[in-house]
């Protein structure tokens, strides 16, 4: 069972959200393979926004739907947020993706491109202890960063998905990824990033990226991505 929320909207259960999220991936992991780029400047690979091909952008179009619907879109422009247009889309993402890149090198935390949307993967060994939602106290450091950077580009919607290996049971886990979530939303709301740009969604144990079977894929799917999106017109 997913839920995404943020304190202006409580929306429905959404069941048929998982299956769209995975097809949307595989889309991405397709198209994306042959679109990325060597920056010189971090030392990381990347996705080139220019490169991403019509595959790339349609999956990106399709997952973007899904995390944030229209009714989302008006609240967060209702607040003042203003809403972008044309090329003024890739080149605003592209300096967010370039401060934000600066800003957690060397942190572990991943940031990647997919098409004009960014990603980042906080993995449990930066984020959380084993079982509980409480920000370990080096996490707050990065937030610090992902937060001052977050407050400075306005024109974006940050959707905080939380996720949990397969120890415990589903409730419990999936309880688990929502109170992560909401944590980090918490967090990067006591940064300056206003509450109604903020969407949190726990999605239990159901979208591994690893192995549960080893400690070490378990550790990789005990994980909070944050989805930056941008507000378009």
Not at 29 to 49: D, I, R
Request: hydrophobic residues 40%.
């Amino acid at each position: 069972m997913i839920v995404i929320e943020n304190k202006l909207h409580k929306l429905e259960t959404i069941k048929p959200m998982k299956k769209i999220y995975i097809f949307t991936a595989a889309l991405v992991l397709v198209a994306s393979s042959a679109c990325t780029t060597f920056n010189p400047n971090t030392g990381e690979t990347q996705h080139s926004n220019t490169k991403t091909g019509a595959v790339a952008g349609a999956a990106t179009g399709a997952l973007a739907g899904v995390l944030i619907g229209d009714g989302m879109k008006a609240a967060v422009i209702g607040a003042g947020v203003g809403a972008l247009a044309g090329a003024g889309i890739g080149v605003y993402m592209d300096k967010q993706e370039e401060a934000l890149r600066k800003d957690l090198e060397g942190t572990g935390v991943e940031v990647e491109r997919v098409g004009d949307n960014i990603e980042l993967n906080m993995p449990s060994n930066i984020t959380f202890a084993t079982g509980k939602a409480t920000i370990n106290p080096a996490f707050n450091s990065i937030l610090d960063n992902v937060g001052n950077t977050l407050a400075k580009y306005e024109s974006t919607i940050v959707h905080v998905a939380g996720h949990t290996d397969s120890v415990g049971s589903a409730e419990f886990n999936q309880q688990l990824s929502v109170n992560r979530a909401n944590s980090v939303r918490a967090a990067l709301n006591a940064r300056g990033v206003i509450s109604e740009r903020l969407f949190t969604t726990g999605y239990g144990e159901s979208l591994p990226i690893a192995d549960n079977a080893t400690e070490e894929g378990r550790q990789q799917n005990r994980r909070v991505e944050i989805t930056l999106q941008p507000v378009t017109k």
